[in-house]
């Protein structure tokens, strides 16, 4: 059982996390701390405006947490901001008025992967599959596949699932393999405060005496120099003795800025994978999954209403998701796709309310294409012409609420076979071709918010 406060806090966080529906948690138990522990009393301070609520309907889970993360015989108090722990308990950091506190010798925390972030409840698709299938190689025989293992793609599209699901991977078939997970920020907190405690051979082990390592974020690594240094050496000991190292980034290793030559080549020395944001049927999929994970019953024009309009990434998909239900569940009526148009535009979670007409992805998409957007409108049947325009009728379909038939009109007066036709020809060839999904991913950032 963990002894420190911190890491006690992190088990019961843990057994919140594994019992509860993720939109459950993020509103009710996610915005909990743990305030003090005094004998075999824990304390959970909880803000104002949820304490009532969270006594009432959450303390025996809390205490079922507690009991399973600490001590069988735990008694748990919600208490709230305003409370004072007693002279001689034991505190967190955060609690004892240290939130910038950061666990400098996580003996206990070098596990601290989420337990949902797995390869059965990762979606594949088109713009994922290959960096899926390198995840779990890496996981099946770490340090022989891919090593480096490099993830990058735009926030929130899954990188962080797949690194989670090679720690846990591992820790559940890999016979005692050794994990340790950290984010660049964390590397460099605990590198920072090694040099100042003097304790940086301890420092060094913690991470080169891992079998496998799983850094997130990498791209912080800019303007770092003595990070830099440090994590250059731990990569070469890592990689010099076969145990396995996997990174992410928000972008490739030769976009990372301030970046020296010699990490670069490193970085791309293994195997490089990119992960693209999700097409609509893999949108689906995600809401469809993550519906049927916290038991609710969704009808599918709910999911397709949140899919067409919540465009960038799973995490955004997923939080749209959360605040739909809790909308509906909190006004005691049945979500529907009206509902969630309401509650998505409300709270600001709509990527996609027809911020672009289709005037301007015509020209958007020219200008990606190096086309002229009469071109795009006309009737040339160049093959470069003819995929360019099937591209633009696709995102209009996607970024608009516009019909086939309205999206034909403005694109030259064409009817609405020809544009469903040119929408399905486009989807054929994003499953296939990167080149145009990466043109098409550029186009969805661009057109992702209206022009100033």
């Given at each position: 059982m963990p002894t420190e406060p911190d890491e006690i806090w992190d088990a019961i966080r843990g057994e919140l996390r594994r019992e509860t529906p993720d939109f459950k948690f993020h509103i009710w138990l996610e915005p909990l701390d743990?305030?003090?522990?005094?004998?075999?009393?824990?304390?959970?301070r909880a803000p104002e405006h949820i304490r009532t609520s969270v006594a009432e309907r959450y303390l025996p889970l809390l205490r079922r947490a507690a009991a399973a993360g600490y001590d069988d015989q735990v008694v748990v108090e919600v208490v709230g901001e305003d409370w004072e722990a007693p002279a001689d308990s034991r505190q967190t950091g955060a609690a004892a008025g240290d939130r910038g506190a950061v666990d400098s010798a996580p003996s206990g925390r070098?596990?601290?992967?989420?337990?949902?972030?797995?390869?059965?409840q990762f979606v594949i698709g088109a713009g994922n599959r290959f960096a899926h299938a390198a995840a779990l190689a890496v996981a099946e025989l770490p340090g022989h596949s891919y090593n480096p293992l490099f993830l990058h793609g735009s926030p929130g599209i899954g990188k962080t699932h797949l690194l989670h699901a090679i720690g846990n991977?591992?820790?559940?078939?890999?016979?005692?393999?050794?994990?340790?997970?950290?984010?660049?920020?964390?590397?460099?907190?605990?590198?920072?405060?090694?040099?100042?405690?003097?304790?940086?051979?301890?420092?060094?082990?913690?991470?080169?005496?891992?079998?496998?390592?799983?850094?997130?974020?990498v791209q912080f690594l800019a303007g770092r120099d003595k990070t830099r240094e440090e994590f250059f050496h731990t990569f070469n000991a890592l990689v010099e003795a076969g145990r396995q190292l996997v990174m992410t980034s928000d972008c490739a290793p030769e976009d990372i800025p301030g970046l020296e030559r010699r990490l670069t080549e490193r970085f791309r020395a293994g195997l490089v994978a990119e992960l693209d944001a999700p097409e609509v049927p893999v949108r689906m999929a995600i809401l469809a999954k993550r519906a049927r994970l916290d038991g609710h019953e969704i009808d599918t024009d709910v999911l397709t209403e949140i899919a067409s309009r919540v465009t960038t990434s799973v995490r955004a998909l997923e939080g749209a998701l959360i605040r739909v239900v809790a909308y509906a569940s909190m006004?005691?009526?049945?979500?529907?796709?009206?509902l969630a148009r309401h509650v998505l535009r409300r709270l600001g979670a709509d990527d996609n309310p027809d911020v672009r007409s289709v005037n301007e992805i015509l020209?958007?998409?020219?200008q990606e294409f190096g086309l002229k957007p009469e071109e795009l409108s006309g009737k040339s049947k160049q093959q470069p012409i003819s995929a360019a325009r099937h591209v633009a009728m696709y995102l209009a379909k996607e970024l608009t609420k516009h019909s086939p038939g309205e999206i034909g009109e403005a694109m030259g007066g064409r009817d609405r076979k020809t544009v469903t036709h040119g929408i399905s020809r486009a989807a054929e060839v994003l499953q296939n071709d990167q080149v145009v999904r990466n043109s098409v991913n550029n186009l969805r950032r661009r057109l992702a918010h209206p022009a100033s």
């Amino acid at each position: 059982m963990p002894t420190e406060p911190d890491e006690i806090w992190d088990a019961i966080r843990g057994e919140l996390r594994r019992e509860t529906p993720d939109f459950k948690f993020h509103i009710w138990l996610e915005p909990l701390d743990l305030a003090a522990i005094h004998g075999h009393t824990v304390y959970v301070r909880a803000p104002e405006h949820i304490r009532t609520s969270v006594a009432e309907r959450y303390l025996p889970l809390l205490r079922r947490a507690a009991a399973a993360g600490y001590d069988d015989q735990v008694v748990v108090e919600v208490v709230g901001e305003d409370w004072e722990a007693p002279a001689d308990s034991r505190q967190t950091g955060a609690a004892a008025g240290d939130r910038g506190a950061v666990d400098s010798a996580p003996s206990g925390r070098q596990d601290r992967l989420n337990p949902k972030y797995t390869f059965d409840q990762f979606v594949i698709g088109a713009g994922n599959r290959f960096a899926h299938a390198a995840a779990l190689a890496v996981a099946e025989l770490p340090g022989h596949s891919y090593n480096p293992l490099f993830l990058h793609g735009s926030p929130g599209i899954g990188k962080t699932h797949l690194l989670h699901a090679i720690g846990n991977y591992v820790e559940r078939f890999g016979s005692g393999l050794k994990v340790r997970y950290a984010t660049i920020e964390e590397f460099t907190a605990e590198f920072v405060d090694a040099i100042k405690k003097r304790t940086t051979a301890e420092f060094k082990q913690r991470f080169r005496g891992s079998d496998v390592v799983l850094i997130d974020d990498v791209q912080f690594l800019a303007g770092r120099d003595k990070t830099r240094e440090e994590f250059f050496h731990t990569f070469n000991a890592l990689v010099e003795a076969g145990r396995q190292l996997v990174m992410t980034s928000d972008c490739a290793p030769e976009d990372i800025p301030g970046l020296e030559r010699r990490l670069t080549e490193r970085f791309r020395a293994g195997l490089v994978a990119e992960l693209d944001a999700p097409e609509v049927p893999v949108r689906m999929a995600i809401l469809a999954k993550r519906a049927r994970l916290d038991g609710h019953e969704i009808d599918t024009d709910v999911l397709t209403e949140i899919a067409s309009r919540v465009t960038t990434s799973v995490r955004a998909l997923e939080g749209a998701l959360i605040r739909v239900v809790a909308y509906a569940s909190m006004k005691g009526e049945r979500p529907t796709p009206e509902l969630a148009r309401h509650v998505l535009r409300r709270l600001g979670a709509d990527d996609n309310p027809d911020v672009r007409s289709v005037n301007e992805i015509l020209e958007a998409t020219a200008q990606e294409f190096g086309l002229k957007p009469e071109e795009l409108s006309g009737k040339s049947k160049q093959q470069p012409i003819s995929a360019a325009r099937h591209v633009a009728m696709y995102l209009a379909k996607e970024l608009t609420k516009h019909s086939p038939g309205e999206i034909g009109e403005a694109m030259g007066g064409r009817d609405r076979k020809t544009v469903t036709h040119g929408i399905s020809r486009a989807a054929e060839v994003l499953q296939n071709d990167q080149v145009v999904r990466n043109s098409v991913n550029n186009l969805r950032r661009r057109l992702a918010h209206p022009a100033s």
